[in-house]
């Protein structure tokens, strides 16, 4: 199997939890989504400009973050493959995005771009009801996670992210962590202490 040929599918395998692909959906995405590796400490997409493209991680740990008004990097999304990411508002929106897209590992990436994924959209079966389920997803995730902000503790942001998340406790640096469940680095070291 090609590297190519693994990078669909792990893509196709994530797809058939939402919808069943059918063989002439997976030649328009063979098409028309560009296979590609990334370096660690990449920026794929910067703020200030419009985000022309929507990722799917094959694998590695990405992050969206943004600067706030004193310069310091606020982590809003900490991901790892095999997912989609993207500046989403931005991105369907077409216009300037606060958010940078960082590789904190080297990644294996799928990217197509706004204007491609229009047409696999009007050429496929299944490419838009599947667009469509996962900008609900990520909508849904970002809505609970500014409850989990309000709602949770410190304590429990952790304990949860530990739970559904494992992997990225063990590969993602400590700041970006603390950063993502607003928390000051010291305050999650003392919190790891006590759950060891």
Request: hydrophobic share 35%; aromatic share 10%.
């Amino acid at each position: 199997m090609t590297d190519t040929d693994r990078f669909f599918s792990v893509f196709f395998d994530y797809i058939r939890e939402l919808v069943n692909i059918p063989v002439g959906d997976q030649a328009i995405c063979r098409k028309y989504f560009t296979p590609m590796r990334v370096e660690k400490n990449t920026i794929l997409e910067k703020a200030g400009q419009v985000h022309h493209h929507h990722i799917f991680i094959v694998s590695g740990y990405m992050r969206s973050y943004h600067l706030d008004e004193k310069g310091n990097e606020v982590v809003i999304d900490l991901n790892s493959g095999p997912r989609f990411f993207t500046s989403y508002h931005h991105f369907i929106k077409r216009t300037p995005s606060n958010e940078f897209l960082h590789c904190i590992t080297d990644c294996e990436l799928l990217r197509i771009t706004r204007d491609d994924m229009e047409t696999t959209a009007k050429l496929g079966e299944t490419q838009l009801e599947y667009s469509m389920l996962i900008l609900e997803s990520s909508l849904e995730k970002r809505k609970q996670r500014s409850i989990d902000l309000s709602t949770l503790s410190a304590e429990e942001r952790y304990r949860k992210l530990l739970k559904n998340h494992p992997t990225i406790i063990q590969n993602i640096p400590l700041i970006y962590i603390a950063s993502y469940l607003g928390i000051n680095p010291g305050s999650l070291s003392r919190i790891r202490k006590k759950l060891d």
